[in-house]
């Protein structure tokens, strides 16, 4: 593995068209944080079965051309070449295009606003970045807000409609109902759901490239992506949730990635970091609940922000977590 | 006074049971800014007088919960030993405790509520702390952000159901109403329950334990305390606010919260720092409205989001309220 | 021109009364970024002419009290004298003055609303600047904040009654109707009122002083005003929105200023610099509409928040437009 990516990546430096491809694969790539150009190739195929599979082959388009853009736009605002090549600049176009073909109906508006907000998603990468610099990255932040606002604006717009947008309502309580138990097999395709839901896709073959995408570049970023499913699904069957969303993971792919950010983002994995990761991925769970409810007025998904607040809310204390010294490692537990 | 807390002190520091119970009364003490544990008693009895004689005495036993469980998280988290002496990682979390029980009804997914959001407290506390650093301190915006989730999550949860939450509504003009005048005596008891309601309290008796408390650890706070009271009753009371708002003090317990921080937290107070906190106790009564308003379409309360946001606010630009010297004194009054 | 200004000047410097006067005729001017008194005269009697032939004679009244309020009240919290002459601390005050009387009914408690607005204003200008010091100005969000918090706080008042504030409903899709298509005087209409309602005035002769008190100050403003104009109008037109908003110039007064801020605010002009304006000018048509649309429950106008927004997230990144140096002009085209 480690060899074939060292041929490709001096293959990439002799040519600028290879570069170009390897960028936009490390993008696809960065949307699960992996800065590998097969972990893209394997979320790539993903992409393009579970559209196809859902008929609608011009949301994976819609995913590409966004990627595109989104890193021609970045090299024409000359960001830094290092983080251009790691594929930062790329990953929230991506998403940005998925979501807005998901959402939108095809027509030739759709892919004006394709291009608008694979564009804008970078201004805004740059401007979040410069915000969030102190305590960690802009995670998918741009993706949740040039999206919301795109979304948001189609309501005053008849020139796009959308397709499968929910529909707003005040908030009421939710009608408990006698549903039959939850089978196993039903948690566990809520967990692969969850994992296939980041890219919107709902397809446990999709969830297993991804799956496969994460483990060619990192098995920790794996393990903690399924560990992050399973932890998601069982919180979310706890507390009673609509079992259409626990199955359709709807309520586990906001986890997933925290599982991921957190889980893996720290030098010196311990029993502490599983702790707290945990924790923060079961506080993902309420709080994506929390964001369906809150935007159920406004008629938009709640995306994944569910993940980019807790994990910022879980990333700016972190250095209460670097790796404990010797003398310390009594204090680990509380008293 | 005096003597005893320095008694007291000599105790704690020798044994760790008594610390870890002066921690958890400082905590509770500073919901109101008093690193006291005196005050801490004081307030403790207000809360379970307030939860005994409102039928609730489960509410009472969720903060004292809550409290605990903060404490125990923070130290887990190996925050910084001063702060957890000081209090300060329980405040947000007997809050949290409080309130949860206040608005949720009983069971057992609720006391898993409970200690989830007590432990996430500490975590919000430590992140905001972090961003808020450069102006001023986190203020009971961590328990604001955390209850708000856990309240919206409940709504899509049947395992979790309201209690006493607000129903929701879109936005719809006040309906001025032939009321008959308010009384003095309807004018002092929103005065008093402005100052238990800060502890979600409705209770004169409770208010008289909560202003003990202050005055124990600072006059100055226990005045600032009632003159917020009084300046919020009386602003409400001209803009012609709901009357069972006014009487029932909820609209008056984040400017009361406003005029103990802005008051008492400059070195030096003088007429200007009183005209500034009258300022912004006045413009908490608004933000409490509108904040009452805006959360209508989301059917949960407020809380102390008022007093947060004008506190912070009217604390960013404190620069310009240090002490006058001599020379510029004359310069005091606008032109 | 230059001498008038001059002799102005040096009349200013030596009557305190004269001071105060260039000190709020400068603030008009400020909220299209102008520090210029003639400006401030031309804008003045755009918004005298805006109110006079709308019959609301209050509006323009509310707002130059509003603006000697602002600049009393800076006065009062000793601001630094360099701003305070250049009128940074009245623009916000004025606009606040001007919406609180567009959107509300006179009476007694308005004025009392005028002056507390105005003066909270000042803080919350100084509060924004210290926030956002590092990557630009508080722009109008000190305007946006107050005027927002002001306004939903009336629907519990029952002694502040709205007179021309949106009604409140959840988002609902928006229905496309058969609409004769907008003819050029339209598109022509729209353009000129988009100008105008930067001061919430609806009059294209309005617009032509505005434009006038642009020029005196600078050309480039004035163009980029005219030239944000005629794209707002295109965009809002080509996504199908409402053809009322569009003639009104609601949907064009945020991207005016959008594009004075960010075509004229970098030193030295450049094509980059015009392409980039003009994705943000487009943007803020999008955020426009979407912020209508988010508002919508609460029932409260966008006012200049999506200028604001899109504003900040497209000056976070502008190192990225600095002038380019002979040496990278090569790579100024994407590849």
Redo the contacts between chains.
Sequence with gaps: MEKILASWESLCASS?GLR?LDINLRSIGQVMFQDNPLTGILFLAAIAWGSYVAGVPQVAIAGVLAVVVSN??A?????DTESLHSGLYGFNGILVGLALATFLAPGA?LW?YVI?GA??SV??M???T??VKP?GGALTFPFVLTT???????????????RALPS??????????QASPLQLIDLAQGMFLSISQVFLKASAIAALLLLAGLAVSSLSAAAFALGGAILAVLTAH?????SD?IIGGLLGFSPVLTAIALGTVFYQPSWRVVAYTA??T??TV??Q??????LT???IPALTAPFVLVT???L??RQ??EPASAV?RD?????
């Design positions: 600028g170009f021609l736009t090299h024409w605002l000359r960001v508006l004006v608008l564009a804008v201004v805004v740059l401007a979040t410069n915000v305590w919301w606002l795109l979304l948001l604006a189609t309501y005053g717009f008849s020139g796009l409609a959308g707003g309502s005040i908030v009421t309580a939710f009608q408990p109902y706890l507390f009673g949730a609509e969303l924790l923060a079961v506080f309420i709080t609940s929390a964001l369906n409810v809150a007025p406004f008629a910022w809310l879980f700016l204390p209460r977590l310390t204090a680990e537990k509380p008293a």
